[in-house]
């Protein structure tokens, strides 16, 4: 059952091309996602290998920029969607229907094109200012971390919408994934960078019921577009952090 799930959570994931077919119920399925952080580890090899690959040529900023591709492309924008329909749906000064129908829109406005913008540079400049003994720690880390704010958000919080995609992780999952998924996270966590794993977490903690507050007020509970967003943000703020630590 855990091997069924991981390949089930790798598919949704990611766009990395898996030969399995897997039959699980959806309630099995939902709970599939407490091995996030595995997936993030997975993700984090993968972009540390093109950073290496490309830095040999000495040009460090765009070895950072095309690991952040590869991110993108090997997530297929998941979060990074969800970002942007995120601040396009809860700052759009609408009722509760009118944002879920916001997000639900294929098309960007200006809001989520900010936003997206806003954490993609910060991202990039801060990984340019981390010291190259350990950008790639910080690398592999970072979407482990994100996906560590994932599981917070589906674990303590309600499903905004009457039925959809994210209520499928919302309602099944609660504390025996959120601590599959940080022991997880601690585990890779502290082999790479050791004690600093620990406020890292308690900030990505934070900020995930933060968060889950926020959309709580906003549109009464969470979404997947919302979950998505936690993960990119904690990222983010993760990669800050670590500028200060590891400059």
């Known amino acids: 059952m855990i091997f069924k799930q991981i390949i089930c959570a790798v598919q949704f994931l990611t766009r990395i091309p898996l030969p399995f077919e897997i039959d699980l119920s959806e309630k099995d399925f939902g709970k599939s996602i407490a091995y996030a952080p595995l997936v993030g580890a997975i993700i984090g090899a993968i972009i540390c290998m093109v950073y290496y690959l490309i830095s040999l040529s000495g040009v ?49 406005g200006t809001n989520g094109i900010v936003a997206i913008f806003f954490v993609l540079i910060t991202n990039i400049f801060a990984l340019t200012e981390i010291s190259k003994t350990s950008i790639l720690l910080i690398l592999f880390v970072m979407p482990i971390i994100g996906r560590l704010g994932t599981i917070t958000s589906v674990s303590f919080s309600k499903y905004a919408r009457p039925s959809g995609m994210g209520g499928v992780f919302i309602n099944n999952c609660g504390w025996a994934e959120f601590l599959i998924g940080l022991i997880i996270t601690a585990l890779f966590g502290y082999l790479v960078i050791g004690f ?48 200060f630590v590891w400059k």
């Open 196 to 243: 600093w794993i620990f406020p890292s977490i308690l900030i990505c903690i934070i900020f995930s019921f933060i968060a889950i507050a926020f959309s709580k007020s906003k549109i009464d509970g969470m979404t997947g577009d919302t979950c998505g967003a936690v993960c990119e943000i904690c990222q983010m703020l993760f990669l800050v952090f670590a500028l």
């Open 60 to 108: 460090r900023s765009v070895a950072v920029i095309m690991a952040f591709a590869t991110y993108v492309v090997i997530t297929g924008a998941l979060h990074i969607d969800g970002l942007g329909d995120t601040f396009d749906g809860l700052f759009s000064n609408k009722n509760k229907d009118r944002m879920l129908e916001i997000m639900r829109d294929s098309r960007m």
